[in-house]
């Protein structure tokens, strides 16, 4: 595929002018030589639910008021002049493969819970609407189809963390839904994901004699009985969820646990041909982490202990977690985000992959009286890279504390039309419901255009 340099200073100002003139995205790519969006074959979301803290990681404020500045210091990265915390010095190393976005927010209230801000951020709508929308990747299923037909389009692994609900197909078919994969920890040898594996009282000459005859007698196959048996007499099942056949320093390069199985295994489905995939990671109470039995990122109360936060309100918001700076919090996530980008551009996927780390909202600016930070929807960050997003850049700025985008805002809308334009899902198109109600993905949102 031919490649296209990056926009000029000139290009940007035509771009950023595109609201005014109502001119596409495309168009104006188009119009500057550009044919190329960087077009993404398929979609690896890691969602860190619970509100991991912007301040803490991808948007470091040392100047900010001492009682209120994160212990974790600002560190050089791969790139010049781009800068994260040091609970992020792994991943610092792939900075030139990264574009982080500080600039996000929600610009309307309704969202700042953890319900709806994960739902707003798996639909890329806000939940306030009076129509149930579908996850991003139920609408790529419906749209795109499958990449690979033994395995379902659209898959979260494990599926299992707090909001995990939230998940939904809204007026979409049915057979366009998640399948989860389940797992309380999937670094265990035990794991296995059953639902997609053949029982051994059904071996697979029985499920193919089946098939022809039920396709016998109808003509045809429904389609998503078609699918049940391409899933289950398919040997790439087993291959596609198997990360224990990974050569030991790949498995190591994620790093011991379940996290680190988690990214791992959702590489393999991308590698597999699953069109999206969206990895969800609460780390499993263990023996090795007594009191870890809700291990997201709602730090609510003692943000900075090094170990369990404990029960500090007495079930008022902070138990269960460990300090962000622990290995189960921020010290797996580094370690294996960094792996996953590593591998992904080294196997040839990143160029054809758009990876999207994301989280519902950000964290308050100043610490609680419980030494913990609250819910904050007003500013906070996420990270891009693969499919043609340029590595090595940041992308709006917030003020002193972190507390109020001051430059390029952005929301879960434009976030959501950035993954359809990079799909190549045409946005001005409508879907329809059961009773022939046109529904429109375009929310008024352009995409975020410095990573086209």
């Known amino acids: 595929m031919k490649r296209h340099p990056p926009p000029n200073r000139r290009d940007l100002l035509c771009l950023s002018a595109s609201g005014i003139l109502g001119l596409s995205l495309p168009t104006l790519l188009s119009a500057t030589g550009r044919t190329s969006l960087g077009k993404a074959k398929n979609v690896l979301v890691i969602l860190e639910q619970g509100g991991l803290s912007h301040i803490d990681t991808w948007d470091p404020k040392p100047e900010t008021v001492v009682e209120h500045r ?159 048996f391409d899933t289950l007499t398919s040997d790439q099942v087993a291959k596609a969820f198997d990360y224990s056949r990974e050569p030991e320093h790949v498995r190591k390069s994620y790093g011991a646990g379940h996290r680190g199985a988690c990214y791992l295994v959702g590489r393999k489905l991308i590698e597999a041909g699953v069109r999206f995939v969206t990895v ?101 960050s996420i990270a891009l890279a693969g499919a043609g997003v340029p590595g090595g850049q940041v992308i709006g700025a917030t003020d002193r504390e972190g507390g109020k985008v001051l430059s390029d805002p952005y929301t879960p809308e434009s976030y959501a039309a950035t993954i359809y334009e990079k799909l190549g899902i045409d946005r001005t198109k409508p879907l329809y419901t059961a009773s022939n109600q046109p529904i429109f993905l375009d929310q008024g949102t352009s995409p975020i255009h410095q990573v086209f």
């Not at 030139?96 to 319900?115: C, F, Q, W, Y």
């Not at 197909?169 to 999937?186: E, Q, R, S, W």
């Not at 943000?303 to 622990?326: A, F, L, N």
């Open 70 to 228: 994160s212990p974790h210091k600002p560190i050089a990265t791969r790139v010049p002049g781009m800068r994260f915390t040091e609970l992020l010095g792994e991943t610092a190393k792939v900075a030139d493969k990264l574009t982080v976005i500080r600039s996000m927010h929600h610009s309307k209230e309704g969202a700042s819970g953890h319900p709806e801000g994960t739902k707003y951020l798996l639909s890329g709508c806000h939940p306030s609407g009076p129509i149930k929308m579908p996850d991003m990747g139920s609408v790529a299923s419906h749209i795109l189809g499958k990449g690979n037909r033994s395995l379902p389009p659209y898959v979260m692994v494990p599926g299992n963390h707090e909001q995990a609900d939230q998940t939904g197909v809204g007026f979409l078919a049915a057979g366009h839904g998640v399948f989860k994969t389940g797992g309380n920890d999937l670094s265990s040898p035990h794991w296995k994901v059953g639902p997609l594996e053949p029982r051994p009282d059904t071996p697979v000459q029985r499920l193919a004699g089946r098939r022809n005859l039920l396709t016998g007698l109808a003509g045809a196959m429904d389609p998503f009985y078609a699918q049940a």
């Open 280 to 380: 969800d990671v609460r780390w499993p109470l263990t023996p090795e982490v007594p009191g870890g039995s809700n291990l997201n990122w709602d730090h609510h109360d003692l943000i900075y202990t090094p170990g369990s936060c404990g029960t500090v309100r007495d079930k008022g918001g902070g138990e269960g977690r460990y300090g962000i700076g622990h290995w189960v919090m921020m010290g797996s996530t580094d370690r294996a985000f960094a792996a996953l980008i590593r591998d992904l551009d080294e196997r040839g996927l990143l160029a054809e992959t758009l990876v999207c780390f994301v989280t519902e909202f950000g964290r308050t600016p100043r610490l609680n009286k419980f030494q913990g930070r609250d819910h904050w929807h007003h500013a906070y």
